[in-house]
């Protein structure tokens, strides 16, 4: 089977500093990877350069485009960048506001993306909306009403069905639920492993919170100062982690 | 009936009749002269040289007399005019530091070489209204001294002696002319210098106190301001070298603002520099200030959402005949615009009511 | 003759004329695309058809016909201002008779009479962007338009409809040229956005902006809508108070007191010459006396 994404010795330097380095690995289709680390591991600027948020300065993201076939979407032109990152592509920000439009109805932001590439029908964009804040638990009545109105988990919500309403392939997760309150947490993350399994969903999730990737990744990757330190099935690695900084993040994580 | 949008062409022919006499006002005060405007408004004269863009004291204040003393719309006529002259070529870029200075002060230094000249400034004067000068009266002997022959250094000068400010890198690319390509952004600085020196004054300022009072703060210092007159050279390609071809009055700020450095770079000041078509000294200061501001990305500074630290925000809003103009346009008619929106409001008005009308029915 | 003798033929000097062709050139070979020139300070306030004027001035010959509209009439006080303004610097002959014109400068509408392939008509337009209401930064929208995302431009209409059950633009109203760009027809009300695929080429100048875009002949020009809400180019529905025609976007203007109304033709030459034709409208014989 031919990889959804071929990641190759990404690399990504702030001036002297080290973004990220080194890293490379494949993801196949309906796989899940966790990428874990603590605040300035260079997790958030791997997501970034691989969402083609950031030009990374060295190494290859290849994906395999429904048209043609793998592609290195680091050097490909970026109209097709953005394309990419309408349809077969979505983000979920960790702060809603950063993926909503804050100033537009739920029902505008779900309709965003379908009209992007070329949804021209209000009853027929109307009712994908309809359909998705009732797969996200919100409340259809609220399709008029602006994310402003809306709890932080249900923004959060939002920003979800708005990325997943145009059925992409891959997904990139920024610490999905970070912010939320510990029990707006577990209904997320439930949510978001019935979405990942009953689409078929390819993710990374970028995050700190073991818990999230203990719930909804197949595999996992352990980053530190921007070097890739150890990655395998989540289990074995929660379980009976290798390398010295990964069992001091997961005896950290077992003291909380 | 059906009066309104008749008879256009008299009703302006009338107005601008009225517009006329009402500009000469009562014909028993005698007529100002260009030559009164120039010499007693000279400051006037100054803002609609700088905001005009043409050095030409005469035409400035034939320009404040016709315009009735409006500023604004001053400068538009000298703007009008100043499209439609020739360009013989480019002269050479004016050295401030052979400035024959009426006025140089700093606020950095108590003293150096050159020393502080106040010039003829209202600083220091107490704002009283002079009852003197509605009586005409003799004007008052006036002390005077040499004026220096070398030329006066500038005080920045002697911090990048020592490294303390950065240095600015010689850039001999010509600049973009403003009023002969369109704008684009990103800008390069000497854009931005172009459109902040006819920028409008009362912008610039505010724009200029926004970050003293911590929207987007970034320390300044008056370094040195001076005024005085530089000469202006120009290349004779049939001489094959530079003739002085006149001189102009130029105000220029350079201000010394704060920097903290960085793990890699020395603590050092940075600066901001304006520089304006006569003695227009708030305009100088406000335009080294907004430059300053202007300058975060390049000097490393974060974005902090500043009105000042937005490029296209200020360069986009900065000229008062763009605004001005756009403003007024509003006054022209609309009917056809009005029109659609009140048909519109009326059927969506309609459709509510029949819509309220049918769910009464139904209950 | 007169004190502008001392200007160039139409005011503007011929290399700032053939700068503007340029830019003429470019908008009709990429047509709806925004082409930025370096609009010049005009002896007419920005916002007052200065984008137009520097269109008009790079287009005309000695030989052309000119007419002026603003809000469809020819003797509304900036359209009459205009006018003057080529009689003196150009000394071009004017007219108001709408097929007689060859160069036709308008503000806000298109003419009623249908347009040939001999002529041009140069729009006024205060803001070329029909992006910047959704997006302030030009930045952004250049970018936005050079990749084709129109998302944001849906989202608008969307909203519109959800909100008001309809979509709520009634002039401006924004559309596609040539399947490519998203374009500000200028704020012509929609009821004359259907005429614009038209055999006369079409120009829009917008000088504060610095922009200049072109719709050539026969270019497809699509008013932006949904299937289910397609686009509706109404008017006020009653006939001319005048002459009657039915056909033409109306004006209203109120009467007495009472707040008794007429609706009148916009396009004043379209109603002279149908009264002169024999049409008569409800109120035509009052107004006559």
């Keep these: 089977m031919t990889p959804l994404l071929q990641v190759r010795d990404v690399a990504k330097f702030y001036g002297g500093r080290i973004g990220c380095t080194g890293v490379s690995f494949d993801l196949y289709p309906g796989e899940v990877m966790g990428i874990v680390g603590e605040s300035g591991s260079g997790k958030s600027t791997l997501l970034n350069c691989l969402a083609g948020h950031l030009p990374p300065d060295d190494g290859q993201v290849i994906f395999d485009t429904r048209a043609d076939g793998p592609v290195d979407t680091v050097t490909m032109s970026e109209p097709a960048r953005r394309m990419l990152g309408r349809t077969d592509w979505a983000f979920v920000h960790q702060h809603a506001r950063e993926g909503l439009r804050m100033g537009v109805s739920a029902g505008g932001n779900i309709g965003e993306r379908l009209m992007a590439v070329g949804a021209r029908h209000y009853g027929d964009i109307r009712h994908s909306a309809e359909d998705w804040l009732g797969r996200v638990e919100i409340d259809t009545g609220r399709i008029d009403d602006r994310p402003t109105q809306f709890s932080g988990g249900m923004q959060q919500r939002l920003q979800i069905a708005r990325n997943l309403v145009t059925g992409p392939r891959l997904v990139f997760m920024d610490e999905p639920t970070g912010g939320l309150d510990v029990s707006v947490q577990a ?47 989540t289990d074995q690695v929660l379980d009976d982690p290798q390398h010295g900084y990964t069992q001091l993040l997961v005896s950290s994580v077992l003291q909380v | 009936m059906y009066v309104a949008v008749k008879g256009g062409e008299r009703a302006i022919d009338n107005a601008h009749a009225w517009l006329a006499e009402e500009r000469r006002g009562d014909l028993s005060v005698a007529e100002l002269s260009i030559a009164q405007i120039r010499e007693q408004l000279s400051l006037a004269v100054n803002r609609v040289m700088a905001e005009g863009s043409l050095f030409d004291p005469d035409l400035a204040a034939l320009a404040i007399k016709q315009s009735r003393g409006d500023l604004i719309e001053a400068i538009f006529l000298i703007r009008a005019y100043r499209t439609t002259l020739p360009r013989f070529g480019m002269t050479r870029p004016v050295e401030t530091g052979e400035m024959r200075c009426d006025r140089r002060i700093s606020a950095t230094f108590k003293d150096a070489p050159g020393g502080q000249v106040l010039g003829p400034t209202f600083d220091y004067t107490h704002r009283l209204l002079d009852f003197k000068l509605a009586a005409e009266g003799e004007p008052v002997p006036v002390p005077e001294a ?8 500038h005080i920045t000068e002697f911090l990048a002696d020592e490294d303390l400010i950065q240095t600015e890198p010689r850039d001999d690319t010509e600049p973009r002319d403003i009023t002969r390509q369109p704008m684009s952004y990103p800008a390069d600085r000497a854009t931005r210098a172009q459109a902040l020196t006819r920028g409008d004054e009362g912008f610039v300022l505010s724009l200029a106190y926004s970050t003293q009072r911590g929207y987007a703060k970034n320390h300044a210092f008056v370094g040195e301001l001076r005024i005085g007159m530089v000469d202006v050279e120009m290349e004779i390609p049939e001489l094959g070298f530079a003739i002085d071809i006149g001189e102009v009055q130029l105000t220029e700020c350079e201000t010394v603002n704060q920097f903290k450095g960085s793990k890699t770079e020395p603590p050092q000041f940075t600066r901001g520099y304006g520089l304006v078509f006569g003695q227009t000294e708030r305009k100088a200061i406000s335009m080294a200030l907004v430059d300053r501001a202007l300058r975060w990305e390049e000097l490393g500074e974060d974005d902090k959402g500043a009105p000042a630290q937005d490029e296209e925000f200020v360069l986009s809003h900065c000229d008062n005949i763009q605004a001005t103009g756009f403003l007024e346009h509003i006054k022209l008619p609309h009917y056809v615009d009005f029109q659609s929106e009140l048909e519109l409001v009326r059927k969506m008005r309609r459709e509510a009511a029949d819509a309220a009308a049918a769910r009464e029915a139904a209950q | 003759m007169s004190v502008m003798d001392e200007y160039n033929f139409a005011y503007i000097d011929e290399q700032t004329k053939r700068m503007i062709r340029r830019a003429i050139l470019k908008g009709l070979a990429v047509p709806g695309y925004q082409v930025p020139f370096a609009s010049r300070e005009m002896p007419m306030p920005y916002g007052w058809g200065t984008g137009g004027v520097q269109v008009s001035a790079a287009a005309l010959t000695p030989d052309d016909r000119l007419k002026v509209i603003d809000q469809g009439a020819d003797d509304t006080t900036n359209a009459v201002s205009i006018r003057k303004f080529f009689e003196r610097t150009a000394g071009v002959a004017t007219t108001e008779e709408t097929s007689e014109a060859t160069i036709i400068q308008t503000r806000h509408r298109i003419p009623e009479v249908e347009l040939t392939e001999d002529q041009i008509l140069v729009y006024q337009v205060p803001i070329p962007e029909p992006l910047r209401f959704l997006e302030p930064r030009e930045t952004e929208t250049r970018k936005m338009h050079s990749l084709e995302e129109y998302g944001l431009m849906h989202v608008k209409l969307y909203e519109d409809i959800s909100r008001h059950g309809n979509i709520a633009t009634a002039f401006a109203y924004p559309v596609m040229v040539n399947d490519r760009y998203v374009m500000d027809p200028s704020p012509i009300p929609k009821f004359d956005n259907p005429k614009m695929e038209m055999a006369a080429v079409q120009l829009f100048g917008a000088g504060r902006e610095q922009r200049i875009y072109a719709v050539p002949p026969w270019t497809k020009v699509v008013s932006l809508d949904f299937e289910d809400y397609p686009f509706d180019p109404s008017k006020a529905d009653h006939p001319c108070d005048l002459c009657g025609a039915e056909d033409s976007y109306l004006d209203e203007v109120i009467l007495d007191d009472a707040g008794n109304r007429m609706f009148v033709c916009s396009d004043t030459d379209y109603c002279r010459s149908r009264r002169e034709a024999g049409h008569e409208g409800r109120l035509a014989a009052e107004t006559m006396a």
């Design chain 1, 187 to 233: 209904r997320l993350l439930d949510l978001l492993r019935g979405l990942v399994r009953e689409m078929g969903l390819s993710a990374l999730i970028v995050t700190h919170d073991l818990a999230v990737v203990r719930l909804l990744a197949d595999r996992l990757m352990v980053m530190k100062d921007g070097h890739v330190v150890e990655t395998g099935l």
């Design chain 2, 146 to 153: 040499e004026g220096r022959a070398e030329p006066t250094p």
